[in-house]
């Protein structure tokens, strides 16, 4: 029988986020794009849906049922119902992942242990090979970037649970400072900015539909409106109120001024030369928050230097993941040589 080849395996990239995780299977295409999140029966312990699936249950729990958030805020909670998730996930491609080489896309926050035990619950499953990779790395790789070359590039990576900001020369990440302000705390300071201003009371899926809706760094011609509805804190009553990009525009200033402070630490403890090299080929910007209108010119006022916001901002690292592929080979070619070697 002959041998198979690295570059004969199939390719499985995996990007675990706060808010979302996306799995790519090569020949098959994008499998998972959904919420990071279980729905568990606590009696049982029987996994009673996952995803999205398992978010038609937020706000709406009975009974035994309980959602478990494996990770929040770019920290892994609960690495046991992190495994259980990705095992439920992956357990329905067992012909795919037999023998299969995957990238995974790790959060810079996740500890060496961490990281050690989610390759070895996912090697159980029947994989060949998995190489763990920064996920700001891949984010960067995904946007366009050789990130092979001996050249430095800044990229800020804003997410859910985390923002995470990086120089990353010769495939390698050099310095990095990750942040817990991104998606999620910009949703929480609305729910409290409702809760003040309009004695209202709403939940963490409207709060982020608000955000989406209006989050702005820029003046539009005209005001972006949303309608929310909560419940009046005074009466108990439904309520509706009518906000405006105005409404929450300090809140946005204030997340990425924490940003900007972010991005400066990490050209602080830069090396001289590749400090030259993030003022010449500036910043890039991935990570679902990135496409809050004026996020490019914010930045370029700040820092007086390029700044370039991925097209592909909300997929750039499972992107990058996939196009780890031969990377990863690479790896796992010279890792070999050097076993033989010594």
């Not at 390759?119 to 960067?140: C, N």
């Amino acid at each position: 029988m002959a041998k198979i080849t690295l570059n004969q395996r199939r390719h499985i990239a995996i990007d675990v986020g706060t808010s979302k995780t996306k799995i790519h299977i090569e020949n098959l295409g994008l499998v998972f794009n959904a919420a990071t999140l279980v729905a568990l029966d606590f009696k049982t312990r029987r996994v009673v849906a996952v995803g999205d699936d398992a978010k038609k249950f937020v706000g709406k729990l009975s009974g035994s049922l309980q959602l478990k958030y494996p990770m929040k805020r770019g920290v892994i909670t609960d690495m046991a119902m992190l495994k259980l998730f990705l095992s439920a996930v992956l357990s329905k491609y067992k012909n795919e992942l037999d023998g299969a080489i995957v990238t995974l896309a790790c959060p810079t926050s996740v500890t060496t242990l961490e990281r050690n035990s989610l390759i070895k619950s996912i090697k159980e499953l029947g994989v060949y090979h998995v190489q763990a990779e920064d996920d700001v790395k891949l984010a960067l790789l995904g946007a366009g970037v050789d990130i092979t070359k001996p050249n430095g590039y800044l990229c800020l990576d804003i997410g859910a649970g985390k923002s995470t900001a990086a120089i990353i020369a010769t495939n390698g990440t050099v310095c990095t400072k990750w942040s817990k302000s991104g998606g999620n705390s910009m949703d929480l300071d609305i729910i409290k900015h409702l809760k003040s201003k309009e004695q209202m009371l709403i939940g963490e899926i409207t709060a982020e539909s608000i955000k989406n809706s209006i989050a702005t760094l820029i003046k539009t011609k005209e005001p972006l409106k949303t309608s929310a509805y909560g419940y009046d804190l005074n009466s108990g009553l439904p309520k509706e109120v009518i906000l405006q990009d105005k409404d929450i525009l300090k809140i946005v200033q204030s997340t990425f001024g924490n940003l900007t402070n972010l991005i400066t630490t990490v050209l602080e403890e830069a090396p001289n030369e590749l400090a030259g090299d993030v003022i010449k080929n500036g910043i890039v910007v991935t990570g679902g928050v990135a496409l809050i209108p004026g996020v490019k010119f914010y930045l370029e006022d700040f820092f007086e230097i390029p700044v370039r916001v991925a097209k592909n901002a909300l997929t750039a690292t499972i992107d990058g993941a996939i196009a780890h592929k031969e990377l990863t080979i690479e790896d796992m070619e010279f890792s070999s040589q050097k076993e033989e070697f010594f």
